[in-house]
């Protein structure tokens, strides 16, 4: 038997007998007498198609096929009257109350049967391509979502040029996350430490630290219900809304996370070389400030002894020309006089010993100038050295 079903209404029992007699052995067929009770019933069983007979008291057929093509549960089911008003007026009648055929009784039964099949086959073709359009329309809406979807991926991937530090690694990896409508928890580990946020920016629970710290020695995926974890090298990813319920949404953005932790791990990968690079220019900087450091205290070493040598050799000198005067047959004048040459040199000498302090202001000058150096230019020197 065909799984179609048709439906016979009539208030003649005997035509209905006789439509079932027909038609019961190629179809499913349900009878129904009292056309004022039918839409009740139509709506219930649903048929594939509806022989309705027109002159019938209370509800007659045009009536009854009007209120049929008002209800949305059947308004595209065929509806085929079968009648013994023969008249152009009444046929027109029919189809202006939306019947789909108009069968005059006497009726041959071949002709009836084939115009039964002709109107299944015809709702069969429709039901189809009904079924290819809501595909093919489930479909092109799939697609837009995939490729917007991977516009977000796509997007994160063309700003990891920006990322120096692991926060705004972080802020983007977040902003991806969600626009794709997930709510998750990010473990990221770089050359100088970890931390654990969520995108949600509330504080996340020790639960979920101790499931990121365990996946770090999982596989690449692990899930429970609508949690799922994400791991790479450097990251591990919990998400905590999985649309588990949609099987082609879950299992896009499985693919999208997996891409979005291996583009994140190129991210990682340039944070870690600015954090060495930093680490090597300040390294740089402190040698050479150590360099600077020991070639002042060696000069303000030898200041200290050329003063010493100098203020030696002068008081030599003054112990000199003090016993010279006692055989020098000087007047007063020319003592003083000479005494007043030798307090000036002495006073010179004295200034000369200033110039060890001004060496230090100099220096604590010039360490206070590399410190303030900006790391990039030393950053280009390491990177492009002469």
């Known amino acids: 038997m065909n799984s179609s079903h048709v439906c016979c209404i009539d208030d003649n029992d005997t035509n209905l007998k006789l439509l ?35 002159d019938m008291p209370v509800l007659n057929g045009y009536q009854l096929c009007e209120q049929i093509r008002q209800c949305s549960d059947l308004c595209d089911t065929a509806v085929v009257f079968v009648s013994c008003l023969v008249s152009l007026e009444d046929r027109l009648k029919g189809y202006a109350a939306g019947g789909d055929g108009y069968v005059t009784k006497p009726f041959d039964l071949r002709e009836l049967k084939m115009i039964v099949h002709s109107h299944l086959m015809r709702k069969k073709q429709v039901d189809e391509t009904k079924s290819n359009l809501n595909q093919l329309q489930q479909l092109t809406w799939t697609m837009l979502k995939n490729t ?14 920006l990322v120096r530090d692991e926060q705004s690694l972080v802020e983007k990896l977040f902003a991806t996350v969600s626009a794709l409508e997930l709510s998750a928890t990010l473990l990221i580990k770089v050359a100088f430490g970890e931390c654990v946020v969520r995108n949600d920016g509330k504080p996340f629970s020790l639960m979920e630290k101790e499931l990121l710290d365990l996946a770090q020695h ?28 949609d ?65 030696a050799g002068f008081e030599k000198l003054a112990d000199a020309l003090e016993q010279a005067f006692m055989f020098m047959d000087l007047t007063e004048t020319q003592e003083q006089q000479i005494s007043g040459f030798i307090r000036q040199a002495r ?14 202001d100099a220096m604590e000058r010039i360490l206070s100038q590399l410190i303030a150096l900006r790391p990039d230019e030393f950053a280009n020197d390491i990177d492009h050295p002469a």
């Open 247 to 311: 099987e082609n949404l879950l299992g896009r953005l499985k693919d999208h996370m997996c891409v979005l932790l291996d583009t994140a791990e190129a991210g990682i990968e340039i944070i870690n070389r600015e954090k060495q690079k930093e680490q090597l220019v300040e390294a740089r900087v402190m040698e050479l400030m150590e360099v600077v450091r020991h070639e002042f205290v060696e000069m303000e070493h030898a200041t200290e002894a050329i003063y010493k040598a100098s203020s």
């Open 20 to 54: 079932e007699k027909l038609l019961q052995k190629d179809y499913q067929v349900s009878l129904i007498h009292q056309p004022e009770l039918a839409m009740a019933k139509l709506q219930e069983l649903k048929p594939d198609l509806i022989l309705l007979d027109v």
């Open 347 to 360: 006073t010179e000498i004295d200034h000369q010993h200033d110039l060890k302090s001004r060496l230090q």
């Open 218 to 245: 999982g596989g690449r995926i692990t899930s429970t219900g609508n949690k799922y974890i994400f791991k790479s090298p450097n990251l591990v990813l919990l998400v905590r809304n999985m649309p588990v319920a």
């Open 148 to 161: 917007s979807e991977l516009g977000e991926v796509l997007n994160f991937s063309r700003g990891l040029s």
